[in-house]
């Protein structure tokens, strides 16, 4: 590499004896393989901290002079500069300080090779490198360019080390990641294309630090504490979304998306990372929470801080921090938007893997971090990083924000029944919340099920705090939230306690099968009189469709009948939502709530239970001639198809394929009829640029649909050639 700029101070006139630098040699073909940083950068050198790397100083006219000249490095970030005199092979140096040697072997007639190597607990940042000849007549200053130093996992003195070099492979250098969505009962998953290769990204991440308020507020402190990975995850975990700051996404999750991107239509992080850098940091549209939590992922591996994305199924969002999820329903089982408190069915979030020296050994490991903002900590959007085993042991004061993400995977669910504004009945559901929580495997696409490394074995629910013993004191509450009117609800008079706590009847719902749009939704209502006694019941079932992350909308579907039973009676009620009575609000991976109300006539006791479902859709064929790995550079053709396998024909039928480094643009097929049975094609030719795993996107839709009716995703790996 070219130096950039060169400075000279002379204490005496001219001398061509002098030592002159001619150029310096980044070494990159040898410093990236040896780093574990190809491909990061095309642009800079790329090192990892606490390993020596490679700069090879060529000189014009004679070459350095040891003996009579002094040879010193300086790196520079923002104000704060370091001096590193070159020293030779035998003499010791500080490993806490940064070191430049020289071996016998590397010195040469016209050059030299120095061996840097930086403290195992330096900053993470872009360095200025400057070279010095001195003597004692005159100095000679050199800009020569800069180079970027990351966290180095590989090393055991660096707080983010990781042991196996299968979790290296899986958790930071793996361009290619799973989101598992949808509910537990039918869990989807789609691939995430991290795309720390793309070119540009890793100048993207260093920017979303630049832009910080942290470092917009105090450059050369901010400098300082990005040693620190705790510091760095909670910088860029605010810096992901944009509701404090420069950060990257917005997020939305209801209404139109125009003016942006729909959540649902990404699958990578580098379109996104790149719209936000040309853009000179303006915000993009739209995120949720797979989206924020992809992109911190995508920006961590890249900064070295072993990462991985992970679906929490039916994640609890306690909005008053009483640990308690409170829902209600009319009596005749519609669920109401009465509570702040929410269940999401599902939520992705991000685990960084570090150590916790503010807290001691016992909490290192796996750390909770969420840039989907939801609550503030510390007076910013963003949450963790908490220790996951600070959850699993109920450590709730453990920073950062562990009562928060404890609430997400483990609290109660208070389902309460109102009528004319009172309760009149009550159920407690200790087991949904955090029924399952998901990662992909190391090397491979199945999932990890990581339930019981939040929840481990004890049962014991926490009154609120346990004590937590560690050194550190900062934590943050989640801002308390109430309602006059469900205070009102909750001090009503009690009419009965209903569910599995009353000695009469037993009731529970139950979905047959995975339902499949097109297909009919099939529901049983199974009853047990536990009583010596008949019963007369009104059963009410109530269908609502609802977002992942919101409460349910308006009814689409809702029945009730009369029935009687029998002491010690089973009584199964079979009921069935016709694809006619769906099609018009239901579209692909869509989310239905249901719930049943029996009421005992006699006793007015009501008996509450709900299910959550969602709709699969069916597939998009996607198809590369020569298989899914591809050559870099090189033309591949791509057949998508998708057949109308429903017994109606689909008007205006809509077939679109685009991939983030694979394709320009979206490319469209289209339909006037699409009969059943038929099929819809569209043959496109894909370019990969770089190298990595990639994804191809694809959806159908047609003009009579309320959205995307479905949507798949193809994985391809791209090599060089």
């Given at each position: 590499?070219d130096?950039?700029?060169?400075?000279?101070?002379?204490n005496?006139g001219?001398?061509?004896?002098?030592?002159?630098?001619?150029?310096?040699?980044?070494?990159?073909?040898?410093?990236?393989?040896?780093?574990?940083?190809?491909?990061?950068?095309?642009?800079?050198?790329?090192?990892?901290?606490?390993?020596?790397?490679?700069?090879?100083?060529?000189?014009?006219?004679?070459?350095?002079?040891?003996r009579?000249?002094?040879?010193?490095?300086?790196?520079?970030?923002?104000?704060?500069?370091?001096?590193?005199?070159?020293?030779?092979?035998?003499?010791?140096?500080?490993?806490?300080?940064?070191?430049?040697?020289?071996y016998?072997?590397?010195?040469r007639?016209?050059?030299?090779?120095?061996?840097?190597?930086?403290?195992?607990q330096?900053?993470?940042?872009?360095?200025?490198?400057?070279?010095?000849?001195?003597t004692?007549?005159?100095?000679?200053?050199y800009?020569?360019g800069?180079?970027?130093?990351?966290?180095?996992?590989?090393?055991?003195?660096?707080?983010?080390?990781?042991?196996?070099?299968?979790?290296?492979?899986e958790?930071?250098?793996?361009?290619?990641g799973?989101?598992?969505?949808?509910?537990?009962?039918?869990?989807?998953?789609?691939?995430?294309?991290?795309?720390?290769?793309?070119?540009?990204?890793?100048?993207?991440?260093?920017?979303?630090?630049?832009?910080?308020?942290?470092?917009?507020?105090?450059k050369?402190?901010?400098?300082?504490?990005?040693?620190?990975?705790?510091?760095?995850?909670?910088?860029?975990?605010?810096?992901?979304?944009?509701?404090?700051?420069?950060?990257?996404?917005?997020?939305?999750?209801?209404?139109?998306?125009?003016?942006?991107?729909?959540?649902?239509e990404?699958?990578?992080?580098?379109?996104?990372?790149?719209?936000?850098?040309?853009?000179?940091?303006?915000?993009?549209?739209?995120?949720?929470?797979?989206?924020?939590?992809?992109?911190?992922?995508?920006?961590?591996?890249v900064?070295?801080?072993?990462?991985?994305?992970v679906?929490?199924?039916?994640?609890?969002?306690?909005?008053?921090?009483?640990?308690?999820?409170?829902?209600?329903?009319?009596?005749?089982?519609?669920k109401?938007?009465?509570?702040k408190?929410?269940?999401?069915?599902?939520?992705v979030?991000?685990?960084?893997?570090?150590?916790?020296?503010d807290?001691?050994?016992?909490?290192?490991?796996?750390?909770?971090?969420?840039?989907?903002p939801?609550?503030?900590?510390?007076?910013?959007?963003?949450?963790?990083?908490?220790?996951?085993?600070?959850?699993?042991?109920?450590c709730?004061?453990?920073?950062?924000?562990?009562?928060?993400?404890?609430?997400?995977?483990?609290a109660d669910?208070?389902?309460?029944?109102v009528?004319?504004?009172?309760?009149?009945?009550?159920?407690?559901?200790?087991?949904s919340?955090?029924?399952?929580?998901?990662?992909?495997?190391?090397g491979?696409?199945?999932?990890?099920?990581?339930?019981?490394?939040?929840?481990?074995?004890?049962?014991?629910?926490?009154?609120?705090?346990?004590?937590?013993?560690?050194?550190?004191?900062?934590q943050?509450?989640?801002?308390?939230m109430?309602?006059?009117?469900?205070?009102?609800?909750?001090?009503?008079?009690?009419?009965?306690?209903?569910?599995?706590s009353?000695?009469?009847?037993?009731?529970?719902?139950?979905?047959?099968?995975?339902?499949?749009?097109?297909?009919?939704?099939?529901?049983s209502?199974?009853?047990i009189?536990?009583?010596?006694?008949?019963?007369?019941?009104?059963?009410?079932?109530?269908?609502?469709?609802?977002?992942?992350?919101?409460?349910?909308?308006?009814?689409?579907?809702?029945?009730?009948?009369?029935?009687q039973?029998?002491?010690?009676?089973?009584?199964?009620?079979?009921?069935?939502?016709?694809?006619?009575?769906?099609?018009?609000?239901?579209?692909?991976?869509a989310?239905?709530?249901?719930?049943?109300?029996?009421?005992?006539?006699?006793?007015?006791?009501?008996?509450?239970?709900?299910?959550?479902?969602?709709?699969?859709?069916?597939?998009?064929t996607?198809?590369?001639?020569?298989?899914?790995?591809?050559?870099?550079?090189?033309?591949?053709?791509?057949?998508v198809?998708?057949?109308?396998?429903?017994?109606?024909?689909?008007?205006?039928?809509?077939?679109t394929?685009?991939?983030?480094?694979?394709?320009?643009?979206?490319?469209?097929?289209?339909?006037?009829?699409?009969?059943?049975?038929?099929?819809?094609?569209?043959?496109?030719?894909?370019?990969?640029?770089?190298?990595?795993?990639?994804?191809?996107?694809?959806?159908?839709s047609?003009s009579?649909?309320?959205?995307?009716?479905?949507?798949?995703?193809?994985?391809?790996?791209?090599?060089?050639?």
């Amino acid at each position: 590499m070219d130096f950039m700029q060169q400075t000279t101070h002379y204490n005496s006139g001219t001398d061509d004896s002098q030592c002159r630098l001619k150029f310096v040699n980044f070494e990159a073909h040898e410093n990236h393989p040896s780093h574990e940083t190809q491909g990061l950068s095309k642009t800079h050198l790329v090192v990892r901290r606490g390993k020596p790397f490679r700069l090879t100083l060529t000189f014009r006219g004679r070459s350095w002079n040891p003996r009579t000249e002094n040879l010193v490095l300086e790196i520079w970030i923002g104000g704060l500069s370091e001096r590193i005199p070159v020293q030779f092979s035998d003499e010791r140096s500080d490993p806490q300080c940064w070191s430049a040697k020289t071996y016998p072997g590397d010195r040469r007639s016209q050059s030299v090779t120095i061996h840097v190597c930086s403290p195992v607990q330096s900053s993470v940042a872009q360095y200025r490198l400057l070279v010095h000849i001195e003597t004692t007549r005159y100095r000679r200053s050199y800009a020569v360019g800069t180079f970027v130093l990351l966290c180095n996992p590989w090393l055991k003195d660096d707080p983010v080390y990781m042991p196996r070099d299968a979790q290296i492979q899986e958790y930071i250098k793996s361009d290619y990641g799973l989101v598992y969505m949808g509910t537990h009962l039918n869990i989807n998953e789609r691939p995430w294309s991290f795309g720390q290769y793309e070119p540009g990204v890793l100048e993207a991440c260093l920017a979303l630090l630049q832009v910080s308020p942290q470092h917009l507020r105090d450059k050369d402190a901010d400098y300082v504490r990005r040693a620190d990975p705790v510091y760095l995850s909670r910088v860029i975990c605010a810096m992901v979304n944009s509701n404090d700051d420069l950060g990257v996404l917005e997020g939305k999750w209801q209404g139109s998306y125009e003016g942006g991107v729909n959540p649902t239509e990404w699958s990578g992080s580098a379109d996104i990372l790149h719209r936000w850098v040309s853009s000179n940091c303006s915000t993009v549209r739209y995120g949720q929470c797979w989206v924020f939590a992809s992109v911190l992922c995508t920006v961590m591996r890249v900064l070295g801080i072993p990462s991985r994305v992970v679906t929490v199924f039916n994640a609890a969002h306690d909005g008053d921090g009483n640990l308690k999820i409170q829902e209600f329903y009319t009596s005749t089982g519609e669920k109401l938007n009465l509570s702040k408190d929410s269940i999401w069915n599902f939520h992705v979030w991000v685990e960084c893997w570090m150590r916790r020296p503010d807290l001691g050994a016992g909490f290192d490991g796996w750390q909770v971090v969420d840039p989907t903002p939801q609550e503030k900590s510390a007076g910013i959007y963003c949450c963790g990083p908490c220790p996951v085993v600070a959850i699993q042991r109920r450590c709730l004061r453990a920073p950062y924000d562990t009562s928060f993400i404890y609430a997400s995977v483990d609290a109660d669910v208070i389902r309460l029944i109102v009528r004319d504004g009172w309760v009149v009945d009550r159920k407690e559901d200790t087991k949904s919340v955090g029924q399952l929580i998901y990662t992909k495997s190391i090397g491979s696409d199945a999932p990890e099920n990581l339930t019981q490394t939040y929840k481990g074995k004890n049962k014991e629910k926490p009154a609120l705090y346990n004590t937590f013993l560690g050194r550190a004191t900062q934590q943050s509450a989640a801002t308390p939230m109430c309602m006059s009117s469900v205070s009102r609800m909750q001090s009503a008079s009690m009419v009965g306690e209903g569910g599995e706590s009353s000695p009469g009847l037993k009731v529970s719902l139950s979905i047959d099968g995975v339902p499949l749009l097109g297909e009919s939704i099939v529901m049983s209502v199974t009853v047990i009189n536990q009583s010596s006694s008949p019963r007369f019941l009104m059963e009410h079932l109530n269908a609502q469709l609802k977002g992942y992350s919101s409460n349910p909308e308006e009814s689409f579907w809702k029945t009730h009948k009369e029935v009687q039973i029998k002491p010690g009676e089973v009584l199964t009620l079979h009921h069935t939502i016709l694809h006619s009575e769906y099609e018009s609000v239901l579209a692909s991976d869509a989310i239905v709530s249901v719930a049943v109300v029996i009421k005992d006539v006699t006793t007015e006791e009501r008996f509450l239970d709900t299910q959550e479902f969602n709709i699969s859709s069916p597939q998009i064929t996607i198809e590369i001639e020569g298989g899914d790995s591809i050559q870099m550079k090189k033309e591949h053709t791509v057949q998508v198809s998708f057949t109308n396998t429903f017994t109606k024909t689909l008007n205006g039928a809509l077939l679109t394929v685009e991939g983030s480094g694979l394709l320009q643009g979206k490319h469209k097929a289209r339909l006037v009829l699409l009969q059943p049975g038929e099929k819809i094609e569209k043959m496109v030719s894909i370019v990969a640029t770089s190298p990595g795993t990639k994804v191809l996107m694809a959806t159908f839709s047609h003009s009579k649909s309320p959205g995307v009716l479905s949507r798949s995703f193809h994985k391809v790996s791209v090599v060089t050639a």
